[in-house]
């Protein structure tokens, strides 16, 4: 791959602000990266739109040209045309490597705006919600990659309007954008539901999913979330293993494995301070659960992870 005129390793959303976006009320923003914006890259001062708590917010970006070399929770992985890329606000996400010709578009929402724009709507089916992937990317086809284009440049097109109604606009065509990306999952997984509100228990699911998302570092019993969620556990439990297949405990542990791969990637942090971060009792409790779940003591994960590949 040929290297972009980038002198260092960058924190991509420290990227994104070098580049020139489009944002409405700090909630949604829209970038196009092309050749000419990142052709000088160092030398363009912060966006003046560009919002200042961009690190909290969920990224979408799918890749047009090109190619990329990124490091997402401190795993790497080589991004090319056709790519479809996740960018969860809790992600460490570092550019590493670009080619001249690297393009894409990146479409970043705060999570009040999301829940506003699918208020009482059901865009991707709770399957998908709860399907925590272990790749944050998705190779998808020309035709979804031209539906994603179209939806984006309307989205671009209206943040850079002055429009009397210009919120509801932005919602509209935001909700039409995840529409596309709910319709790439319906392609993969075969699934043809149609799309209606949400039933109460797949509400339930849904609360406790993002409740986990927030919470699993710190709360690592079930009743944590039944209590926020005003149900008992023993129901909360009940729904879960009905629709997807298994219990709170199973998603609380899935999250929490995830975290601790994270953090046991994370240069210059000791096994104590994770498992300080994860709120476990002592090293030995930490490891009893990572090796429950994994089939292998943190120490040896770390050592795999750093050996040479």
Not at 79 to 88: A, M
Not at 138 to 148: G, V
Not at 243 to 258: C, Q
Request: hydrophobic content about 35%.
């Amino acid at each position: 791959m040929k290297r972009g005129t980038i002198s260092s390793k960058v924190n991509l959303q420290k990227f994104i602000k070098m580049i020139e976006g489009y944002s409405f009320n700090d909630k949604l923003l829209a970038v196009v990266i092309s050749p000419f914006s990142h052709g000088n890259i160092e030398e363009i001062p912060s966006a003046k739109n560009t919002p200042e708590d961009i690190e909290r917010m969920m990224g979408f970006m799918f890749i047009v040209a090109g190619e990329a070399e990124m490091s997402i929770d401190y795993a790497n992985y080589k991004f090319r045309e056709n790519h479809w890329v996740e960018l969860r606000p809790t992600a460490e996400v570092r550019l590493l490597n670009y080619s001249d010709n690297f393009s894409a578009y990146i479409i970043m929402a705060s999570e009040s705006f999301i829940l506003d724009t699918l208020l009482d709507k059901k865009p991707i089916p709770v399957s998908h919600f709860v399907d925590a992937r272990e790749s944050p990317h998705l190779e998808i086809t020309d035709y979804e990659l031209e539906a994603l284009k179209h939806s984006a440049d309307r989205i671009l097109y209206y943040l850079r309007r002055e429009h009397h109604f210009k919120k509801d606009m932005l919602h509209n065509t935001f909700y039409n954008f995840i529409l596309e990306v709910s319709n790439m999952f319906h392609n993969r997984d075969g699934v043809r539901k149609q799309l209606s509100t949400l039933s109460r228990k797949e509400s339930i699911i849904r609360d406790f999913m993002i409740l986990v998302e927030r919470n699993a570092m710190e709360e690592h019993n079930p009743s944590f979330y039944s209590d926020k969620l005003c149900i008992s556990t023993q129901y909360l439990s009940i729904i879960l293993k009905e629709i997807t297949g298994h219990t709170a405990n199973h998603w609380i542990a899935k999250k929490i494995t995830a975290q601790s791969k994270i953090l046991l990637r994370t240069p210059n942090l000791t096994i104590k301070e994770i498992t300080d971060k994860l709120h476990f009792a002592d090293q030995s409790s930490f490891g009893k659960f990572f090796k429950k779940h994994t089939g292998m003591s943190p120490k040896k994960y770390r050592e795999d992870f750093s050996s040479p590949r």
